[in-house]
């Protein structure tokens, strides 16, 4: 079945970095879309990026445009989010999810890796 | 403040019907599928309904789900103490930059 293990989370400062991985396995990662989505403390879900089944697209919520930059490697099974310029507010639960492929929205999720951005 | 517009909590006792609804715009349900997640206490969120009204495999046909004009409508009938839990429902939005929007989420209670 279908498999999405996040990892990389943890605690870092502001104005910092983090990359997160994503492995996929139980499908073909190469044929789907994927995206990340969080949920910040107590708080609901907010999408954040997506990315085409080949990566010739992109796209980002308008919260973490030009910070986070969303990439796969389809060689690898593995999807990608680097972070860049944290702030407190990007303090989340980050989940990767493969997309359902007849629309481009999320069909099953990881269980998530947690993001802390504090001094 | 979120793009979809749900209920913050909803309750209902076993047996019983609850609705959850799901309030958006010409933009997003109005021009598009609406979906369903539900996410258990601690748990990752779980697709629950697609294309408005369709179920993946294994969703108990206990969840139905509804859409007219700009709203949407989940339906949970012969309510259970393991369906307390909080639902997003979940739309593109045409006129925003990227393809999802979420709403704020509906916790349900099983008194």
């Known amino acids: 079945q279908v498999q999405l293990v996040e990892s990389g989370g943890g605690v870092v400062q502001p104005g910092g970095s983090l990359r997160l991985s994503c492995a996929a396995s139980?499908?073909?990662?190469?044929?789907?879309?994927m995206h990340w989505v969080r949920q910040a403390p107590g708080k609901g879900l907010e999408w954040v990026a997506f990315?085409?089944?080949?990566?010739?697209?992109?796209y980002y919520a308008d919260s973490v445009k030009g910070r986070f930059t969303i990439s796969r490697d389809n060689s690898k099974n593995t999807l990608y989010l680097q972070m860049n310029s944290l702030r407190a507010e990007d303090t989340a639960v980050y989940y990767c999810?493969?997309?359902?492929?007849?629309?481009?929205?999320?069909?099953?999720w990881g269980q998530g890796t947690l993001v802390t951005v504090s001094s | 403040q979120s793009v979809l517009t749900q209920p913050p909590s909803a309750s209902g006792t076993p047996g019983q019907r609850v609705t959850i609804s799901c309030s958006g715009s010409s933009s997003n349900i109005g021009s598009n599928y609406v979906y369903w997640y539900q996410q258990l206490p601690g748990t990752a969120p779980k697709l629950l309904i697609y294309?408005?009204?369709q179920r993946p495999s294994g969703v108990p046909d206990r969840f139905s789900g509804s859409k007219s004009g700009t709203s949407a409508s989940l339906a949970i009938s012969g309510l259970r103490s393991e369906d307390e839990a909080d639902y997003y429902c979940a739309a593109w939005d045409d006129s925003l930059s990227g393809p999802a929007v979420f709403g704020g989420g509906t916790q349900l209670t099983v008194l």
């Open positions: 294309r408005n009204n």
């Open positions: 139980g499908f073909t990662f190469s044929s789907y879309g």
């Open positions: 990315i085409r089944y080949d990566g010739s697209n992109k």
């Open positions: 999810a493969k997309d359902i492929g007849i629309d481009t929205m999320v069909q099953t």
